[in-house]
DNA sequence: TATTATTAGTCAGAGAAGGTCAAACTTTTT
DNA sequence: AAAAAGTTTGACCTTCTCTGACTAATAATA
């Protein structure tokens, strides 16, 4: 396990059941050693408006990083993914996706499972490497309109 | 005794009872005091899926490689398919492997919906169309191997 | 109000994996 | 001996992560 998984793991955790979080970046960071701007790091790559996420700051005395969930019904959500994928898609960034629709119960862990598998590097290893990722986002845009 | 035979022995023991494997290509590497893509090559021409293995791997920071063993049940019935696929699959062959699979409860229908989705035309737009049906057949091995 | 202390943000570059491919070498088959 | 098949190596590529120097904003204080 990497940091940033153990962190993104970390505010996953603490945000659950709650509307938001706040959080301090430097106590983030002490408390996994690293340096502030990973917390920045993990919050761009893992906490991304496409998934619902919605990040507020604030810097100076007492600043915070607020991490709020948007509340909305499965379908919203969805149609909202959907709509704000953009047109590439890497397969990490696949990752992040389907644990979401996992915790929301969209996928259960099998189809997740199926859904990597189709858009891994490895069933795409004959892909033009330039193209690898617009269509990989096509194919999941596909399938998940197939899933509501 | 080559170098090759001695890896996949390690790896083959490692297994061993096990669902699957991860390793860490360098460690191994180092371990046989070979080159890392050495590594590769052993997995590539004998951990294949004809012999009832699935790869999987992830770069950057904290890495792996996951060889998992497919379940020697259902595996007969998955090689001989993946056989007789061959490397080219068009659409509709697409549709009569997931009527068989149904009825052979290795997908269910939602499952198989997801499968045909991922596999459209429309997914697979932006491929080369001469590449279109190569494509396919790879990312069909790659979940029906996943979902065995 | 102006200054200073406290935060957080950005971005480029280093680091840490694994992947690919072709060339050289070795072994087996014809 | 020649050809084919299998193995080994290394150079270069791609992806993902982590760090630190520098920047920007806000709050606290003088």
Redesign the interface.
């Known amino acids: 396990?990497?940091?940033s998984n153990l962190i993104e793991e970390y505010i996953r955790q603490n945000i659950e059941g709650e509307e938001y979080l706040e959080l301090k970046r430097s106590d983030i960071a002490n408390k996994f050693n690293c340096v502030p701007s990973q917390i920045n790091y993990v919050i761009s790559t893992r906490f991304i408006p496409e998934l619902g996420f919605y990040v507020e700051s604030r810097r100076g005395g007492s600043g915070y990083i607020r991490i709020s969930r948007l509340a909305s019904s499965k379908s919203k959500y969805i149609f909202d993914i959907i709509d704000k994928i953009g047109y590439k898609m890497s397969q990490?960034v696949v990752d992040i996706y389907l644990n979401d629709f996992i915790s929301y119960n969209i996928l259960d862990k099998?189809?997740a499972?199926?859904?990597?598998?189709?858009?891994?590097d490895?069933?795409?290893?004959?892909?033009?490497p330039s193209?690898k990722d617009?269509?990989r986002a096509?194919?999941f845009k596909?399938?998940i309109?197939?899933?509501v």
Request: glycine residues 0%; aromatic residues 4%.
């Open positions: 396990m990497n940091l990490s099998r189809e499972k199926l859904v990597k598998a189709a858009m891994s490895k069933s795409l290893k004959k892909v033009d193209k617009y269509i096509d194919i596909s399938i309109m197939n899933m």
